[in-house]
């Protein structure tokens, strides 16, 4: 059993994805070919934003979204302390501080109590700017947008929406990756739209900033990328990986993204009496980037896993660290907030394998084996 099956997806593809990769190779427009404006419509579309504009990866796209506000030395980045690393990488390496707040247990997302309290804190010390909240769409659902504008509009914040796995997520009618006022995405392979490699992408509706990261993702170019006006990045899209795209964006809008809710919704529906399953919000909408349980304690969850192992069902553990307590942020303590929910998130989630193409038998054995395990523990 595959965790994410992107060779049984590739299977289905085929037709259309060797046709498209063909094309590419026969044309030779390896870098800025036609594909990748094609697909920055077709995604700003799909999204509803204005603007897209494709990058390098998922990473990059929150760099280049951090460049445009001049984020760096001085300035207090709000991150959640649950989430993948990158979310509170990209701000530090701009020489900013990431300051890392509490996520809510029932939907993993930013707790807005505690972003509340972490920029009164940080205004409060007075030693750092407030600027900034990257906002993670965590396991494909939207965080909780309503409640974080709220905030950011009281204390004058940018929200940066990190879509890296909610790609394809709904509030209401809305997509995620609209929300906002800079939204990124990752098209890692795993994601819920993944390419073949690397890819990234970050959306806006604002003209000037749609400029600026155009410019920033090819050398800080002026009229062509001979002519430098400011310092920028090496960070496209190429023609290869939009091309994948533009074939697994349909496949993605025609089914997947159904196919996908539909399995997560067996999970829920059997494992709610054994385990606590995923909550998802009255009128959000999610792309099940992950589907992650939580068993009670770190054994049982540590024992489960053992359990699902050697009966050849593959879990993962996202994520085995709060983002406060990695060793590259141990130096960045300036400002402490109380973490307790991701504190104990870390020891009792467990991720189970979910993609659109999962077959009914294949479920049922993860929901039988993992019956099976609690029973005797
Ligand atoms: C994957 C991921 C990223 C980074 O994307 P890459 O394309 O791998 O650079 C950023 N944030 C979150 C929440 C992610 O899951």
Not at 131 to 156: M, T
Not at 163 to 192: H, L, M, N, V, Y
Not at 296 to 305: A, G, M, P, T, V
Not at 315 to 342: G, H, N, W
Request: hydrophobic share 35%; aromatic share 10%; net charge negative.
């Amino acid at each position: 059993m595959q965790f994410r099956d992107l060779k049984k997806q590739y299977q289905i593809l085929k037709t259309d994805m060797d046709e498209a990769v063909g094309r590419v190779l026969t044309d030779g427009n390896f870098i800025s070919g036609y594909q990748v404006e094609e697909l920055e419509k077709q995604l700003a579309q799909y999204v509803g934003t204005k603007h897209c504009i494709t990058c390098g990866n998922g990473t990059d796209a929150l760099s280049l979204a951090l460049m445009v506000w001049n984020v760096g030395q001085g300035d207090a980045v709000f991150v959640p302390d649950f989430t993948f690393f990158a979310s509170g990488e990209t701000p530090a390496y701009r020489g900013a501080v990431p300051v890392f707040v509490d996520v809510e247990e029932e939907t993993f997302n930013l707790s807005p109590a505690s972003l509340e309290r972490a920029v009164l804190k940080v205004k409060e010390e007075g030693k750092l700017n407030p600027k900034v909240i990257i906002a993670v769409d965590l396991f494909g659902q939207p965080a909780n947008y309503p409640e974080i504008r709220r905030i950011a509009d009281q204390y004058h914040l940018f929200v940066l929406e990190d879509g890296a796995q909610g790609f394809g997520g709904r509030i209401g009618e809305r997509r995620a990756c609209s929300f906002g006022d800079i939204s990124t995405t990752s098209f890692f392979p795993a994601k819920p739209l993944g390419c073949y490699g690397d890819g990234g992408a970050i959306f806006t509706d604002q003209d000037k900033w749609a400029e600026l990261l155009k410019s920033y993702r090819v050398h800080g170019k002026g009229k062509d990328k001979y002519d430098n006006v400011r310092i920028g990045v090496n960070s496209r899209l190429d023609t290869l990986q939009a091309a994948i795209l533009q074939v697994k964006l349909r496949a993605f809008e025609e089914y997947e993204l159904d196919a996908v809710n539909q399995a997560a919704d067996r999970y829920t529906q059997k494992l709610r009496e054994v385990v606590q399953v995923p909550h998802i919000r009255e009128g959000f909408y999610s792309s099940w980037a992950q589907y992650s349980i939580l068993l009670n304690d770190e054994n049982i969850r540590d024992s489960l896993q053992s359990y699902l192992k050697e009966k050849g069902i593959p879990t993962m553990i996202y994520y085995s660290k709060p983002m406060s307590r990695q060793t590259a942020f141990r130096e960045y303590d300036c400002v402490k907030v109380e973490l307790p929910v991701t504190e104990q998130l870390c020891r009792r989630v467990l991720s189970l394998p979910l993609h659109p193409y999962m077959e009914l038998e294949e479920q049922e054995r993860v929901i039988g084996s993992i019956k099976e395990c609690l029973k005797t523990v």
